[in-house]
């Protein structure tokens, strides 16, 4: 696999990075309250030498790079002009499929707002990516033989090899303080769950199962994909698991007990958009845009609808000072309008109208993400953060209080 610094000199290493981009697998993080909630189920984790003990490090490499570059490699640098407004700093990536008729690979491309240059990693297919974490970018991919998961440092594009694995890692994610990762292992020859495991990277331990494959995984077949999304305190991990043309299903589990939920009477639905500290928001499993959109209480396990029959376009759940925010674009109106309902107040406002053709709002399903200050959102062209061939126009920041505009020129490929 070859990485560079766009910029900057190449270099070469053994890892391996991506995203698998699932059709319709998205992780939803969920605060974790009270006893046990009706329509959910709680269980103890068995002891993780009932799956397949996967290949681990014996110590974790240290902070410098665990790969020798074959050249120095510069690291990005602020604009001359930069940013303003907090935006500038902070870390994004992108991962695009390769390939002319069929998907041979991915390539990550990542770097700051307001910063010269971007790095890019070419992956192999299956692969992965998470972030950003401050300023890493965790990645993976599979060769065939051996899994492999790292992370990517956004200041010199060096990496740092944080697990290595002989059975498929399908997803990977970091905990608040880095210190623990956690991730979705596979069978290599039947393709079976082999649950949720956590390594803690001091090297102090070997990996260990913390949730069993769900009961409910034939369910899901086809599977498409199982990601992750931290709570807000990052206390709780969701675990969002969807099946093609089926739906999905989520499990919570509480880091600090080891207790894993599942909501197992809430009915299969879309994707997960967001959540607050006490309930996550999702999709109905629509076949398409408009769908309309639900709470899911995690006391009680109870639905309430929030947009109705009409439905709702692209939508993205939004960190806001007045309080968690679900934006989304109004269905049957002649122009391009974004409104936001505010899940503290039950107030709904319009935030934004914009020409049919201009940019739309950029969605992070796990193959794109931007580390936002609070009150932020983006708008790409085609909905998209790093514009495809052809596209007119940079993404742009939205600001939601003043609908200050701001082009992000620096996300670029």
Not at 133 to 152: C, H, K, M, P, Q
Not at 202 to 218: I, Y
Not at 238 to 245: E, H, K, T
Not at 383 to 400: Q, T, V
């Amino acid at each position: 696999m070859d990485a560079k610094l766009r910029g900057g000199p190449a270099w070469r290493g053994g890892a391996l990075g991506g995203v698998l981009i699932a059709a319709v697998a998205i992780i939803a993080a969920v605060a974790l309250t009270g006893g046990q909630p009706a329509g959910a189920s709680a269980s103890a984790v068995p002891s993780a030498a009932a799956a397949t003990d996967p290949v681990v490090p014996s110590a974790v490499p240290s902070v410098e790079p665990s790969v020798a570059l074959s050249v120095p490699v510069l690291p990005l640098r602020p604009a001359i002009s930069p940013l303003g407004y907090g935006l500038d700093g902070s870390g994004w990536f992108q991962l695009d499929s390769t390939g002319a008729t069929s998907i041979t690979g991915y390539r990550l491309t990542a770097g700051k707002l307001g910063w010269v240059g971007s790095f890019t990693v070419d992956l192999p297919n299956p692969a992965f990516a998470a972030g950003p974490f401050g300023d890493r970018i965790l990645y993976g991919g599979d060769d065939g033989n051996t899994s492999e998961v790292a992370a990517l440092s956004l200041v010199d594009g060096t990496r740092r090899v944080l697990l290595t694995s002989d059975q498929p890692v399908w997803r990977a994610t970091l905990d608040r303080d880095a210190t623990n990762l956690y991730y979705v292992l596979l069978d290599r020859t039947t393709r079976a769950d082999l649950g949720i495991w956590r390594l803690r990277l001091d090297g102090s331990s070997k990996a260990e199962m913390v949730m069993t494959a769900p009961a409910w995984v034939a369910e899901i077949q086809p599977a498409t994909g199982t990601e992750f999304v931290w709570g807000p305190a990052g206390d709780v991990l969701a675990v969002y698991s969807c099946g093609l043309g089926v739906g999905c299903r989520t499990r919570v589990l509480d880091v600090a007990t080891g207790k894993v939920r599942s909501y197992d009477e809430v009915p299969l639905h879309g994707g997960v958009i967001g959540m607050t500290a006490s309930e996550y928001i999702a999709s109905e499993n629509c076949p398409g845009l408009p769908c309309p959109l639900f709470r899911v209480d995690l006391a009680t396990g109870r639905t309430t609808t929030l947009v109705g029959e009409a439905g709702a376009g692209d939508a993205v759940f939004v960190r806001a000072a007045a309080g968690p925010l679900l934006v989304y674009q109004a269905p049957f109106v002649s122009d391009y309008r974004l409104l936001g309902l505010n899940l503290t107040t039950g107030i709904t406002q319009q935030i934004y109208s914009g020409p049919t053709d201009g940019p739309t709002l950029v969605r992070f399903l796990g193959y794109r993400s931007v580390d936002l200050p609070t009150d932020w959102l983006v708008l790409g062209p085609q909905g998209e953060l790093l514009p495809l061939p052809g596209a007119l126009g940079a993404p742009i920041a939205l600001r939601l209080d003043d609908n200050a505009q701001v082009p992000l020129t620096g996300v670029s490929k």
